[in-house]
């Protein structure tokens, strides 16, 4: 099958590595061309605009930045709906706006398109080994067309009709970013109070603090680096669309709005590219502590898919 994909960041190109790596042919786009040019070298075609590429594929994912730039894709001069949509599935795995997509996919299916919300949780790591989560949504018809590639990807977990996928990638994001921020503080307490770091860690995995976050990002803060895989603007961005969606349904959100804050925070002291877990330095930083650990730790972005090992 002829692959469209659109938008080659860290995590885009590495789940459009995962699909070329099959034997699909794929016709890429990004704002950046030279991102394009690994898959170039190894077969893939360029497109110009998202209607060249929705014109050249069968299927095509999006995976960009926010909802301004996948409006641009749908609504743009030289957007999907500005050009033939009838019997074209279009997978976004972008973070996004539900009430956004929504009427996106709307759009998209009232033009004769096949519309799957796809958001992803994992990390680069998970991205190259292709065994991320896939939040689904869609029709069952359009999800099984696009089974197949989707499981080049990740694991698909089913959530519903489409736009669900967005609410799931937002609450998961949620929690993930609350654990995030509370993490730093628990390590520091813990590390002031003469529990070395990689005691604490030691202690802690496997119980009631068990996480993700307690299992793969911890190590970030040990090796120092943070994860800069992952940027603090990103994670400003997705916690800006947590807070529409609380506000949407309003319900209460006093510990993400907590969260927000001191991701706020880090970005104004660290950067906008500094890596998430850099949310954890500022507690270091502030009560004068090191949680360096000395390790092998390898980072996320130079693990291997395993037919690469």
Known sequence: ?????????????A????????????????????AANAFLAEGAQWAATPAAVLDAADIVFTMVFGPADIEQVLRGPQGFLSTRCQG?????????????????????AAAG???????????????????MILFVGGTDADIAHVTPVLEL????????????GYVAKLVNNQLWLIHAAAIGEAMVAAKKSGLEPDVWWAAM????????????????IFAGHYDPSFRLELCLKDLGLIAQLI????????????THARFSEAQARYGKDAGEMTVCKVLEDDAGVDLRVAGDWTPPWEVKHPSER
């Open 1 to 13: 099958m002829k692959i469209g994909f659109i938008g080659l960041g860290n995590m885009g190109s």
């Open 15 to 34: 789940s459009a590595r995962n699909i070329q790596r099959a034997g699909h042919t794929l016709v890429v786009n990004d704002i950046n061309r030279d």
């Open 88 to 108: 074209k599935a279009w997978v976004d795995m972008t973070t996004s706006s539900p009430q956004l997509m929504r009427a996106l996919g709307a759009e998209f």
């Open 113 to 131: 398109g096949m519309p799957v919300d796809s958001p992803v949780t994992g990390s680069i790591d998970s991205a190259i080994r292709g065994d």
């Open 153 to 164: 990807v990740g694991e698909i977990r089913r959530v519903g009709a489409y736009g669900n």
């Open 205 to 220: 995995k496997g119980g009631a603090a068990e996480s993700f976050v307690m299992q793969h990002d911890v190590p970030s």
């Open 247 to 258: 506000e949407s349904v309003g319900t209460r959100s006093e510990l993400t709005q907590a």
